[in-house]
């Protein structure tokens, strides 16, 4: 348990079932990792874990709990870290032969893409990444993360070694019952580009950056 006092979990959030559907090989730059194919039970919205080794033995399991961003991890754009990011958790994981990443698709931090275009519009026109998610009537962070857990739970992983550098995130993590007993920062991709995205994640969003 790592909980800091100062940081506040997100609001006790909806638990959001999923089943499992299906699982395959997935064979990548960084190794070959299981893919488990999930749907949410009420919605059938789609998100997926990918995972290498034995995660099941009670260990901590090196994790990344990632957001879906469409822009960084599949249209290289450099406005955001969220790319390197997941090929860095990627790495890590291979280098250590065992791991979990949990892709959520909550695009935009859960307000979907186009709110997300939306969002950086407001964002060309001088706004920081919350102030044009405010500016839109919309939350600065709509993710659920009782999603994570109940993935996490599936697949038997209950203590985590989580990699992020938003220390919200671990709260929240540790609010729906994961056990994160440790933070490993990732702190890759920075560029031009993202410098005043990333000071912002640092200024208003509290990420360890
Ligand atoms: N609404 C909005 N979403 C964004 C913006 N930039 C990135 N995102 C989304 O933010 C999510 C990633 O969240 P981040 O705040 O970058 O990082 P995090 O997941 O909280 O923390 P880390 O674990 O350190 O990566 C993804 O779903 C991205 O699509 C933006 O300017 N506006
Ligand atoms: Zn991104």
């Known amino acids: 348990m790592i909980y800091q006092p100062e940081i506040k979990p997100a609001n006790i959030q909806a638990n959001i079932e999923v089943k499992h559907i299906a699982t395959c090989r997935l064979p990548t730059e960084w190794g070959e990792f299981q893919m488990h194919g999930f749907e949410e039970v009420a919605t059938g919205q789609d998100h997926v874990a990918l995972t290498m080794g034995d ?9 990344r709990v990632h957001s879906e ?8 754009s450099q406005r955001c870290d969220c790319g390197p990011q997941l090929q860095a958790a990627m790495q890590a994981i291979q280098a250590k032969g065992r791991g979990c990443i949990v892709y959520l698709r909550q695009e935009g931090r859960g ?10 519009q407001l964002q060309d026109q001088g706004m920081d990444t919350v102030e044009a998610n405010v500016a839109l009537g919309l939350p ?9 857990r ?60």
């Open 140 to 148: 600065v962070d709509a993710r659920n993360f009782v999603l994570a």
């Open 55 to 63: 995660i099941d033995d009670g260990e901590p399991v090196l994790t």
């Open 150 to 209: 109940n993935i996490l739970h599936y697949l038997h992983v209950t203590d985590i070694v989580l990699m992020t550098n938003n220390p919200q995130k671990v709260a929240t993590l540790e609010a729906t019952g994961i056990e994160v007993v440790a933070r490993e920062p990732l702190i890759v991709g920075l560029n031009k580009e993202n410098e005043q995205y990333l000071q912002t994640k640092h200024d208003k969003l509290g990420h360890m950056l």
């Open 69 to 76: 961003c469409l822009t960084g991890d599949a249209l290289f």
């Open 111 to 120: 307000i979907g893409l186009i709110n997300k275009i939306r969002a950086y």
